[in-house]
């Protein structure tokens, strides 16, 4: 049986940039799910179950992120991390 992986681009719309609220909401949410959820920013890539690892992109606002999500439940996982990237974390 093959891992199936999704991945989805999205815009950090906020206007702090991802930073430690919103990127204590996506660890959260990405612990959630069995698959392997990682997010590449540039030439970085972080463990999205990892606060300090998600932290360490420094990814400021308009900054493109592919979100990359490998396993069983990979796409519920990507609908439920882009949907936070869609709502600005709440932040608005």
């Known amino acids: 049986m093959s891992e199936q992986t999704v991945v ?18 996506l660890a959260r949410e990405a612990r959630k ?20 690892e998600v932290l360490t992109l420094a990814a400021e606002a308009g900054t493109h992120v592919v979100i990359e999500a490998t396993g ?5 996982a990507i609908g439920a991390i882009g949907g936070l990237f869609e709502r600005n974390f709440d932040e608005d």
């Not at 799910?33 to 300090?52: N, P, Y």
């Not at 069983?72 to 519920?76: F, M």
């Open 8 to 25: 989805r681009q999205v815009v950090v719309g906020m206007r702090q940039g991802l930073h430690a609220r919103p990127a204590d909401m």
């Open 72 to 76: 069983p439940d990979a796409d519920e």
């Open 33 to 52: 799910w069995q698959s392997r959820i990682e997010l590449v920013a540039g030439s970085q890539r972080a463990d999205g179950k990892s606060i300090l």
